[in-house]
């Protein structure tokens, strides 16, 4: 089973700063079959970024995505008051598995 | 607009069974697999089951394995979980999600399943 991990665990920012999300698989993920979905309270998670670079129809650009080798990052630029929630990255390439989450909380 | 709309979900006691339903509109269901995917009160996301497009290759998490049973009808564009032999860890909000080309790109809002004596 690929295991992924994501740092940190929670982070506590403003309005307007601008926020990294890290997220790393166990072993190699083949075409980058990796997923960012965000989720807020009582709803279900919705998807944000495929294959590690690729916006989710209707996210908007200050979502972004990037892969180095096993290591993938989301960078939200800017936070709007909506984007605090919670975030987790999931591979699809070997069956399906997610990372544990970074919450991002209003600071 | 793709919808999937999950029902089913009670209090059942330990060892009790339960179906849940997800109920799809919106798209052509027969070409897509479908998943199910699951959160416990307060913690991430587990994958749970998947069945392809025409209903005969199936796919379970090692947890769920032997007790559950992933179905579809492709007629009436519903997904089904049969859920046997329930333990209390198998409490949580459980999720359909549509499948296109592995990626799980649309989600229900869930039901909720709460084992408890």
């Known amino acids: 089973e690929i295991v992924m991990t994501q740092s940190p665990g929670t982070l506590s920012l403003s309005p307007g700063e601008s926020v990294t999300l890290s997220c790393r698989a166990s072993?190699?993920?083949?075409?980058?079959?990796l997923a960012w979905y965000q989720q807020k309270p009582g709803q279900a998670p919705r998807l944000l970024i495929y294959?590690?670079?690729f916006r989710a129809t209707g996210i908007p650009d200050r979502f972004s995505g990037s892969a180095s080798g096993t290591d993938y990052t989301l960078i939200i630029s800017r936070l709007e008051p909506e984007d605090f929630a919670v975030y987790y990255c999931q591979q699809y390439f070997s069956s399906w598995t997610f990372g544990p989450g970074t919450k991002v909380e209003i600071k | 607009e793709v919808r999937l709309v999950e029902s089913g979900g009670l209090l059942v006691q330990p060892g009790g069974s339960l179906r849940l339903s997800c109920a799809a509109s919106g798209f052509t269901f027969s070409s897509h697999a479908m998943s199910w995917v699951r959160q416990a009160p307060g913690k991430g996301l587990e994958w749970v089951s998947a069945i392809n497009g025409g209903g005969i290759r199936t796919f379970y998490a090692d947890s769920v394995k032997g007790r559950f049973t992933i179905s579809r009808d492709n007629a009436k564009s519903t997904l089904y979980l049969q859920m046997n032999s329930l333990r209390v860890d198998d409490t949580a909000e459980y999720y359909c999600?549509?499948?296109?080309?592995?990626?799980?790109?649309?989600w229900g809002q869930g039901t909720l399943v709460t084992v408890s004596s």
């Open positions: 999600a549509r499948d296109s080309n592995s990626l799980l790109d649309w």
């Open positions: 294959g590690a670079f």
């Open positions: 072993q190699s993920i083949s075409s980058n079959y």
